[in-house]
T-cell receptor, first 117, second 112 residues
Framework: EAGVAQSPRYKIIEKRQSVAFWCNPI?????LYWYQQILGQGPKLLIQ????????DSQLPKDRFSAERLKGVDSTLKIQPAKLEDSAVYLC???????????????FGQGTRLTVV | QKEVEQDPGPLSVPEGAIVSLNCTYS??????FMWYRQYSRKGPELLMY????GNKEDGRFTAQVDKSSKYISLFIRDSQPSDSATYLC????????????FGGGTRVLVKP
């Protein structure tokens, strides 16, 4: 079974520039998450999709971050304009919700490491 | 105060020793408790999850949950250098769309 695919693996941009990350979840996984992991910290949820609908975006800085999952499969996360404090690893994860009990394992991609200079 | 607290370490042990990790949490609504392992420059991978209070064993790994104390633990027996990684506790509740709330992670180093 193929895992969660993310690209690019690394990105360096100057502050105030824009950047986009891409995620392709495991086939058939309806739930997709974007997490931000700052160095030395645990992942923090930015946004959760169920198919192509947003379930939770309460911690997404909406003035600069946006995300979409138009066809309910792959997803993009965009930052515009970037700030120095956005330097982090952006992790995408997916999970299936089929069958009782609800499957609780979220599978993570390797992440995109963003450095804002 | 963070919802999930975890000592950042680093925790350094000799090969073969028992590694003891723990997390405390404040939200009594959490239902599922998980431990993830994260190697450097990799995404987290699930090690174990438990639903109720008590112990769960899987090979060299034992997870404990004490809901009354809001405290979870992970023990790694016969530790190996390949166990060197950051260990993240995570928890969620179905009513919140199974959103995972992570601790900050504990870095573990097993020395040969």
């Amino acid at each position: 079974e193929a895992g969660v695919a993310q690209s690019p693996r690394y990105k360096i941009i100057e502050k105030r520039q824009s950047v986009a990350f891409w995620c392709n979840p495991i086939s058939g996984h309806a739930t997709l998450y974007w997490y931000q992991q700052i160095l030395g910290q645990g992942p923090k949820l930015l946004i959760q999709f169920q198919n192509n609908g947003v379930v939770d975006d309460s911690q997404l800085p909406k003035d600069r971050f946006s995300a979409e999952r138009l066809k309910g499969v792959d997803s993009t996360l965009k930052i515009q304009p970037a700030k120095l404090e956005d330097s982090a690893v952006y992790l995408c994860a997916s999970r299936t919700t089929r069958g009782p009990p609800m499957n609780t394992e979220a599978f993570f991609g390797q992440g995109t490491r963003l450095t804002v200079v | 105060q963070k919802e999930v607290e975890q000592d950042p370490g680093p925790l350094s042990v000799p090969e073969g020793a028992i590694v003891s990790l723990n997390c405390t949490y404040s939200n009594s609504a959490f239902q599922y408790f998980m431990w993830y392992r994260q190697y450097s420059r990799k995404g987290p991978e699930l090690l174990m999850y438990t639903y109720s209070s008590g112990n769960k064993e899987d090979g060299r790994f034992t997870a404990q949950v004490d809901k009354s104390s809001k405290y979870i633990s992970l023990f790694i027996r016969d530790s190996q250098p390949s166990d060197s990684a950051t260990y993240l506790c995570a928890m969620n509740r179905a009513a919140a769309g199974n959103k995972l709330t992570f601790g900050g992670g504990t870095r573990v180093l097993v020395k040969p």
